[in-house]
Each structure stands twice: as structure tokens, then as C-alpha cells.
């Protein structure tokens, strides 16, 4: 990927989801017959962080988080402010699947959809775009959304009310990450309604 003037947030989730489409070294999403891309079937977790020193830290330093695969998940803001009382989902993690558990929903949509060993040509191309297109629009609101917010929550830092800007950007990160946890036990299930067993390790 070649690409002149300034790097965005959206140009660095497109990098970490490549493939090598539209190269010789394409093939069947983690495969890896022909060449290992940067999204793979092991990728357990992929940040980018962004870093704004003309704001205060705790607003200014996002770090942009997904679990599983790039190409199968959606990246989640938290900011440096965060205040925490995480989304027990997103706390919840062992060595087999459990419903509950975050990390397990992303990782079982990947390894159904796109697993390392068997891969299905057919059925990635008939499943992965529409998958794509849920996260993709959900990434694009929350773009929106994140302008904006970060907008409200310097209006607060200026007035003195740093606990009130941190709290604002806190509560947001755990709305989003339930309800992108949500929406990832939904894909899941329509794959397996669908008929598609998932990889390894699952326990439905």
C-alpha cells in the first residue's frame, strides 16, 4: 500500500487487516500457502495507538483496539482517561470457548470464516463481505461519534471538569464495547445457523 501526504487512523486498520490483495501473493484469507500477510489466523489482538499532543493526554491518546483478526472484528477506542468498569465479556477468557467471553466470539468467527487449516473459498466469499459490512459501518458511526465526543470532552477539560471529560469518554468505550460484543454473538450465530461449524475448540 503506497500512499502520499498524511497517515489516518482508517488508512493503519487497512494495513493491519491486508491480505496482499490484488498481489501475486493472494490467496485464501490465512491460508498462508503463498505468502504470511499481516492478518493472520493467530492474531490474538492488534492496537494503534494515536498519539495528540496538542490535546491533554487523557483525551488526546487513544489507543484503537481489536481482538482476533483484523479482517473479521471492529477496533474499539479507549482513551488514556479511561476510568474502567470494563464489560465483565471483555474480562472473561480461558483456554476453550465460552459464550460469555469476548475474546472467544471475535476468535470463533475467524476461525470459522477464515480458518488456517481446510480454509472454504466459496463460503469466505459468500460470508466475509457482509460480515465486513456490519463492522464497517459501525466503524464509520463511531468515527462520527468519536469526533464529537472528544469535541464535549474538551469543552469539559477547559472548564475544570476533568473527572466529568474522562468519565464522558469512559462510558462511551464500555457502551461500545458491549454492544460490538453483542452484535459479534449475532454474526456468530448466523454462521453457525447457517450450518458452518466453527474451528476448533468450540464449545456452542
Given at each position: 500500500m503506497r500512499k502520499l501526504g498524511g497517515v489516518t487512523i482508517q488508512d493503519l486498520i487497512?494495513?493491519?487487516?491486508?491480505?496482499?490483495?490484488?498481489?501475486?501473493?493472494?490467496d485464501t484469507p490465512h491460508s498462508q500457502k503463498k505468502a504470511r500477510a499481516i492478518c493472520?489466523?493467530?492474531?490474538?489482538?492488534?492496537?494503534?495507538?494515536?498519539?495528540?499532543?496538542?490535546?491533554?493526554a487523557e483525551i488526546g491518546s487513544v489507543m484503537w483496539s481489536l481482538v482476533s483478526s483484523p479482517c473479521l472484528g471492529v477496533y474499539e477506542p479507549i482513551w488514556a482517561g479511561y476510568?474502567?468498569?470494563?464489560?465483565?465479556?471483555?474480562q472473561r477468557g480461558a483456554d476453550s470457548f465460552s459464550p460469555d467471553s469476548a475474546w472467544w466470539t471475535f476468535e470463533n468467527i475467524q476461525r470459522t470464516v477464515a480458518p488456517k487449516e481446510n480454509?472454504?473459498?466459496?463460503?469466505w466469499k459468500a460470508t466475509w463481505p457482509v460480515i465486513r459490512k456490519r463492522w464497517d459501518e459501525i466503524e464509520k458511526k463511531g468515527a462520527d461519534e468519536v469526533a464529537a465526543l472528544e469535541k464535549e470532552a474538551m469543552g469539559l477539560w477547559r472548564q475544570g471538569k476533568k473527572n466529568e471529560a474522562n468519565k464522558l469518554l469512559t462510558d462511551?468505550?464500555?457502551?461500545?464495547?458491549h454492544s460490538d460484543f453483542l452484535e459479534a454473538r449475532s454474526i456468530l450465530e448466523s454462521i453457525v445457523a447457517k450450518g458452518k461449524k466453527p474451528g476448533r475448540d468450540f464449545l456452542f
Open positions: 487497512l494495513v493491519m487487516r491486508d491480505h496482499y490483495e490484488g498481489m501475486a501473493e493472494h493472520v489466523s493467530g492474531t490474538q489482538s492488534t492496537q494503534i495507538y494515536h498519539l495528540r499532543k496538542t490535546m491533554p476510568q474502567g468498569e470494563t464489560p465483565v465479556e471483555w480454509p472454504d473459498p466459496e463460503f462511551y468505550t464500555n457502551t461500545r464495547l
